[in-house]
């Protein structure tokens, strides 16, 4: 399924112009969720998706996060539409067609939580799709990866909300988060080992059944 789906994807590759620099935009995204409204967690100005969603963020103050995107985006930064937790979203069940996201889930303590309520507000057969640092090819490469065994401990025995600002809660291979996946008997729809927008991460795709 995954190699048909990028087949398919490569035909529609484009880049998009955004205050006059070209970021590239994810083709297997395009194909997936065109047409479709959605939340993006925790977006960024300057590694645009470009599809019809609302911005969530858990803050509007400056961190360094913030820095880098006004930094690669002549100033300027993606408008937060709603301030709320990633893992605590103020929308009812089934409310939105997907969830997108990219370098954020390893960002969250217990990614199980937030994964489950990502699946709350999505409809039925909608999509969770994450975009997510891979060891290898980020500044995570000398960190030791976390197991399942770990995140099934903080998610049986949680503690407050906790994002990490500083650095990864998880750092993943592609194979790491299959399991994971399996785990939770999350559907999977697609997988790209390595992500076909900046290429430092690997995309999943969950589909809610």
């Known amino acids: 399924m995954t190699r048909d789906i990028w087949r398919k994807s490569e035909a529609t590759k484009i880049n998009c112009k955004v205050f006059g620099f070209q970021a590239k935009e994810s083709p297997l995204a395009h194909l997936l969720l065109d047409n479709l409204k ?18 969530i963020d858990f803050t509007n103050e400056s961190n ?7 930094r690669l985006s002549g100033g300027k930064y993606l408008t937060i539409d709603v301030n709320a937790s990633g893992d605590k979203l103020p929308f009812k069940n089934e409310t939105y ?18 994964i489950n309520e990502w699946f709350r507000v999505i409809k039925k057969n909608g999509y969770i799709f994450m975009i997510i640092p891979h060891k290898e090819r980020t500044f995570d490469k000398y960190k030791n990866r976390t197991t399942l065994n770990e995140l099934l401990e903080r998610h049986k025995n949680p ?24 785990s939770q008997n999350w559907k999977i729809a697609a997988i790209l080992d390595k992500d076909d927008k900046v290429g430092n991460g690997f995309t999943f795709v969950l589909q809610k059944s």
């Open 38 to 55: 959605g939340i993006e967690i925790g977006g960024s100005l300057h590694n645009p998706f470009c599809l019809n969603t609302i911005n």
């Open 64 to 70: 360094g996060y913030k820095y880098e995107e006004r």
């Open 159 to 182: 503690k407050p909300m906790k994002v990490d600002l500083s650095g990864h809660f998880n750092v993943w291979i592609t194979e790491d988060f299959i399991k994971l996946c399996q």
């Open 97 to 114: 067609d997907f969830v997108i996201s990219s370098h954020a889930i390893e960002h969250f303590y217990d990614p199980i939580k937030t």
